[in-house]
């Protein structure tokens, strides 16, 4: 099945578009990574259109992050045709994506993102109208329904291919599901057989095997990767080794990570005008690459309270100067976890890591 945009694989791995992470370091850190496609945060077509300072910033990307989409929602078929119509020609990304899939509440109470999902006829409406704003392929991203008795995501496909979308990614909750409960992979699976445009699975990838399980368990045509990659761009590359066949490359060393986090904090400071407030904000990242390590949460709660970049690097230098400590405070805070077992939990505990 052939992508209206270019793709360097026959299965490509496409970061999803995430509010307040798929910002423009993050797209750059994931592409480096091996990540084929990235995509925006959503953006407002009314912002875009009125030409918001704050809006139009966050569509800023370099060279590097190509092949890259541009995700916009709203609910105004002229404000959405409009955007797409600036975007293409200012910013000229490789694609237009409209979300229909958004479960937030500040977004579906002015029938944005999934909110479009309970009128269909609108959804058709307002991708035709995007489409005759741009020369640039269109690609939508739905959920499975609105709610559990709307629900009925071949149905919702199918109308976004008649109305001309040339990709269409699924992330198989209804919106009322918000994040809770499990993606259904076999709405992917039967989206997949119904359409004749590429299909894109998302939901539920948090590791490289389960971007392997789904290409296989669905036959989508490509994977998005969203929450999997948080505080992990590798694994993009990990996946795609998987995928083609071949080892996967190994986890990064904590050495490793904390490398990558400060190349990540680096683009950061680069690209953001206010440096104390982009520290600030990077927070929520240094807690997820630091996630799972020894003694984490005490990193993590030095890591949460910065407010420069410069502090990062001393707090990573004084955790590897001190690692051996701190994997002794986890191997014995584990010891006193097990001591208050009982013998029988103790090796059920033991059988379920072996």
Not at 40 to 61: C, D, P, Q, V, W
Not at 69 to 80: E, H
Not at 310 to 324: C, K, P
Request: charged residues 25%; glycine residues 8%; aromatic residues 6%.
């Amino acid at each position: 099945m052939r992508f209206p945009y270019p793709v360097a694989h026959d299965v490509p791995l496409i970061l999803a578009p995430m509010a307040g992470v798929s910002e423009s370091p993050f797209r750059r850190m994931c592409r480096r990574y091996g990540a084929d496609v990235v995509v925006t945060e959503f953006l407002s077509a009314e912002g875009i259109r009125r030409e918001n300072a704050a809006t139009l910033s966050k569509l800023r990307f370099g060279a590097d992050e190509r092949t890259i989409g541009v995700q916009i929602f709203g609910s105004d078929p002229t404000a959405m045709r409009e955007a797409a119509a600036l975007v293409t020609d200012v910013f000229q990304p490789d694609f237009i994506d409209i979300n229909f899939g958004c479960p937030v509440k500040k977004v579906v109470r002015r029938n944005g993102g999934s909110g479009c999902l309970r009128d269909l006829s609108l959804v058709q409406e307002i991708i035709r109208s995007v489409i005759a704003g741009t020369h640039l392929p269109v690609t939508v991203k739905i959920r499975s329904g609105w709610n559990e008795e709307m629900r009925d995501p071949v149905k919702i496909a199918l109308h976004c291919q008649h109305a001309g979308a040339r990709a269409l990614a699924l992330h198989p909750r209804s919106r009322t599901q918000m994040f809770t409960g499990h993606a259904h992979w076999d709405e992917i699976a039967a989206v997949k057989a119904a359409l004749e445009i590429p299909v894109i699975g998302n939901g539920d990838i948090k590791t490289p095997h389960d971007a392997l399980r789904m290409r296989e368990t669905t036959g989508c045509d490509a994977v998005m990767i969203a929450r999997g990659s948080f505080g992990q761009p590798w694994i993009f590359d990990q996946a795609r080794a998987l995928l083609d066949g071949k080892p996967m490359p190994p986890t990064p060393e904590v050495d490793e990570r904390f490398a990558a986090a400060l190349e990540h904090a680096r683009m950061v400071q680069d690209y953001e005008a206010d440096p104390e407030g982009a520290a600030i904000e990077f927070r929520k990242h240094l807690g997820w690459y630091v996630k799972g390590l020894a003694n984490s949460a005490d990193l993590r709660k030095k890591l949460h309270a910065v407010n420069s970049f410069g502090e990062v690097e001393g707090i990573f230098t004084d955790y590897l100067a001190n690692r051996e400590m701190h994997e002794a405070i986890a191997r014995n805070g584990r010891a006193s976890d097990l001591e208050s077992l009982g013998a029988e939990e103790q090796v059920d505990l033991a059988t379920a890591e072996a």
